[in-house]
């Protein structure tokens, strides 16, 4: 059994040296590592070519950009059959040297789990470097029903995942046009299939929040999501009250949000979806509030 990694790389310079030491001083594993660095497309100097040439890795050049979703699958392709444990590990984040020993530990209690998340420590590098626990008050739900309403996961670098999981997938006619929720997606899938997750509060992931990182770029998120709920949602036998529910939430936080930071515009957002479906508005926000007072995310 081994544990297969799959890193994809794209003007990762900066970042892969810290990432794959990271991976390299995991600690309590006894079994090997099939880690996959794939530069996305990256043109020349810029490739991490030689950065990763000291490392025992797979490397491979993709000649023009396909995006992290298709170069996550296309690493995913190549791991050997006897690896029973995967992750996508992000190339500007790195893992504590307990991460897969701990994980691993957690995956192993129960067959029924399709993956198990941690905490992460984030640092601000936009902001002088100041860190703070993702996960500090509250902790997510990884229940189906609770993540089909909102993400509650900030990136596959917190997840390992059960290699039997992700081969009861089928992706080959997946296609996201905008990037940003492709890892829920994956999440939800999963869980579609029957497995449950588990988490554990552990700080395991060094999660480094910089200006190039893709979450900050709120319009393809929102977009990327959108596109799943309206094309996957069906896909994965999710109902149209799943999607109204969905909806309904984005309603919910763009009124509080608006109240909150005194921002119209998002205040008239949320109220567009408050006259378009108020039925599916108010459950939205009586899931936040249930979450609120139960201490999850």
Partial sequence: ????????????????????????????????????????????????????????????????????????????????????????????????????????????????????????CVTEEHNGGKEHVLYDTRHPSLLLKDLKIANQLISPSQVLIRRQALDSLSYGDTHLPYQGADDWLLWLSILSKGYLAAYTDSILVNYYDHKQGAHHDTIAMSRSEEYIVAHYFPLLHFSHWDQRLYQGRIGWDHIAEGIRSKNLNRLFQGLRILLTDPVALNQARLFRSRHKHRGIV
């Avoid at 794939?38 to 020349?44: A, K, L, N, R, V």
């Avoid at 504590?96 to 957690?106: E, G, H, Q, V």
Wanted: aromatic share 14%; charged share 20%; hydrophobic share 40%.
């Fill in 1 to 120: 059994m081994s544990y297969g990694i799959v890193i994809p790389a794209y003007y990762g310079r900066p970042f892969i040296k810290r990432c794959l030491d990271s991976i390299f001083n995991q600690q309590d594993i006894n079994d090997s590592l099939y880690v996959v660095v794939i530069d996305d497309g990256t043109p020349e100097p810029e490739s991490v070519t030689d950065l990763v040439s000291d490392y025992p890795v797979h490397y491979y050049r993709l000649k023009t950009n396909q995006g992290v979703f298709q170069t996550r699958l296309w690493g995913l392709a190549k791991l050997p059959q006897d690896v029973k444990y995967c992750a996508f590990l992000d190339q500007d984040d790195a893992w504590r040297p307990r991460f897969l020993a701990t994980l691993t530990s957690l995956l192993d209690e129960s067959s029924d789990l399709g993956f198990a998340a941690c905490n992460a």
